[in-house]
T-cell receptor, first 113, second 115 residues
């Protein structure tokens, strides 16, 4: 099936640092979504992107829908301890019957106070 | 506002026993519904999705099955559990295709341990 390559797989940063992660694919996506999952909980939607080139912010988070529609990145500025978790990108391929999403493998973020 | 519930939250079952996990959504009509499984430290694997009552599509052949007896109820079942069925099971919903939006919203999950 289709795959999203998400990198890095894990990051261990100092509190206050900025974070950047991205997803790439060989396929074109109509929609890019970014989720955060805390341990033992379901993923929570952070940002949704619908147009190529779109840049959207949600507080300290900023995400962009790549111009080629094959990639997206998520930036977190001035990280804090509660940013710890697993971040997933997800893309929606054109013309799929059930509005299914293709998920990246996740980026595990660890923040040192 | 919409909410999604899953139960039980945790479950420990012996190999060969049956399974029934339930997911319900409130505050929306005719949602698309999804079951995912997440192995420890891994990504999300789509198991089943449903676009309406009684309509189930399977993405991965296995000993699990899904049913949608009501518009906002989605059930994941097995007749005989395997050790490999252990994992974190997540239910999600999205608006119908006609809305032209594709966000999926996840429930709190069920942690299943098969012993």
């Amino acid at each position: 099936g289709q795959q999203l390559n998400q990198s890095p797989q894990s990051m261990f940063i100092q509190e206050g640092e900025d974070v950047s992660m991205n997803c790439t694919s060989s396929s074109i996506f109509n929609t890019w979504l970014w989720y955060k999952q805390d341990p033992g909980e379901g993923p929570v939607l952070l940002i949704a992107l619908y147009k190529a080139g779109e840049l959207t912010s949600n507080g300290r988070l900023t995400a962009q829908f790549g111009i080629t529609r094959k990639d997206s990145f998520l930036n977190i500025s001035a990280s804090i301890p509660s940013d710890v978790g697993i971040y997933f990108c997800a893309g929606q391929l054109p013309n799929n019957a059930g509005n299914m999403l293709t998920f990246g493998g996740g980026t595990r973020l660890m923040v040192k106070p | 506002s919409q909410t999604i519930h899953q139960w039980p939250a945790t479950l420990v079952q012996p190999v060969g026993s049956p399974l029934s996990l339930e997911c319900t959504v409130e505050g929306t009509s005719n949602p698309n519904l999804y079951w995912y499984r997440q192995a420890a430290g891994r990504g999300l694997q789509l198991l089943f999705y449903s676009v309406g009552i009684g309509q189930i599509s399977s993405e991965v052949p296995q000993n699990l099955s899904a049913s949608r007896p009501q518009d906002r109820q989605f059930i994941l079942s097995s007749k005989k559990l395997l050790l490999s069925d252990s994992g974190f099971y997540l239910c999600a919903w999205s608006r119908p295709r006609a809305w032209d939006t594709y966000e999926q919203y996840f429930g709190p999950g069920t942690r299943l341990t098969v012993t």
